[in-house]
């Protein structure tokens, strides 16, 4: 990763809307609804999608198709489909269903990695070791994400050595992309720079992406402070959905649409049709009968 200075020409976003978008929603959404709005977000040029998340049903119920899901997704060659896992048992499923392309994602907070997979903050990083390690002697592609990078609501400050001992354990295990969330939203252009500036010489040549929720109004400001560093893949969600259902206050992931306005000024290329990323937000926003937190799908 380079050090700041001049901003990527192509940027790559991996919409999450139809996990970490819709996880906290209380009305079920459908599968073939879902499906539609997959074809619809592929249309528009995504290339890349979060579709699922393979875990408990009864803890996040929008999850229960995942298999489903994914026996039905469309076969586009150039799209990367994948999906989250927290366990070993995640990762098996996924496999199983045939899935080539898995997130392996725990927390550096020990109160929520408690709360989200059930595991003490030692449990969860020696797990996620593992996890990434079974994952590629299955032969799949693995982000390894690092949520509660920049802080958590439970316990405060999250120490960067800790961070980066973790993205220095999934480097060793063999990870294809290194992820830091922000799940609580409490990250800021300072921590952003601190963070990126010291994984650098721990990732090398492994891309490093960002996962911002808007939860302090800095989701934009701190990928503009990502740019600087040269991150050019970023989490976004259509319409701004989001949020941990285990973080009080959770807010959104930054919007897709807004997202693209915002790289589109600065004269970046994502290849993505805002106009029709907003349909799939006006959408889903009709069938929940509530506006979403994004901004552009309005106008």
Request: proline share 4%.
């Amino acid at each position: 990763m380079q050090t700041a200075g001049r901003l990527p020409a192509q940027v790559t976003l991996t919409d999450v809307g139809l996990r970490d978008g819709i996880q906290i929603e209380m009305r079920r959404i459908p599968t073939e609804m879902k499906l539609e709005l997959i074809e619809a977000l592929v249309a528009a040029g995504l290339k890349s999608l979060q579709v699922t998340a393979f875990v408990h049903p009864e803890k996040v119920p929008q999850m229960a198709d995942a298999e489903e899901l994914i026996r039905n997704l469309p076969r586009h060659v150039t799209v990367e489909f994948n999906g989250l896992v927290l366990n070993l048992n995640g990762v098996n499923r996924a496999r199983q269903a045939g899935l080539q392309n898995v997130e392996v994602s725990v927390s550096a907070s020990d109160t929520h990695s408690r709360k989200n997979a059930g595991l003490s903050l030692k449990e969860a990083r020696n797990l996620s070791v593992e996890m990434v390690m079974r994952a590629k002697e299955a032969g799949l592609h693995v982000k390894a994400g690092i949520q509660c990078a920049f802080g958590c609501v439970y316990e405060g400050e999250v120490p960067v050595s800790r961070v980066l001992e973790m993205a220095a354990a999934y480097v060793q295990a063999g990870a294809d992309t290194l992820t830091l969330a922000d799940t609580t939203g409490m990250g800021t252009p300072a921590m952003i720079a601190d963070r990126l500036a010291a994984i650098g010489p721990i990732s090398g040549k492994i891309p490093v992406a960002l996962h911002l929720h808007d939860t302090r109004g800095l989701g934009l400001v701190n990928l503009m402070k990502a740019l600087e560093f040269g991150v050019a893949r970023f989490d976004t969600s259509f319409g701004g959905m989001g949020g941990c259902p285990f973080v009080p206050g959770a807010a959104g992931n930054i919007a897709t649409e807004d997202t693209v306005h915002l790289l589109a000024s600065l004269g970046i290329e994502t290849g993505i049709d805002l106009e029709k990323v907003a349909a799939v937000s006006r959408a889903m926003a009709d069938f929940l009968g509530k506006p979403l937190p994004g901004k552009l799908y309005k106008l």
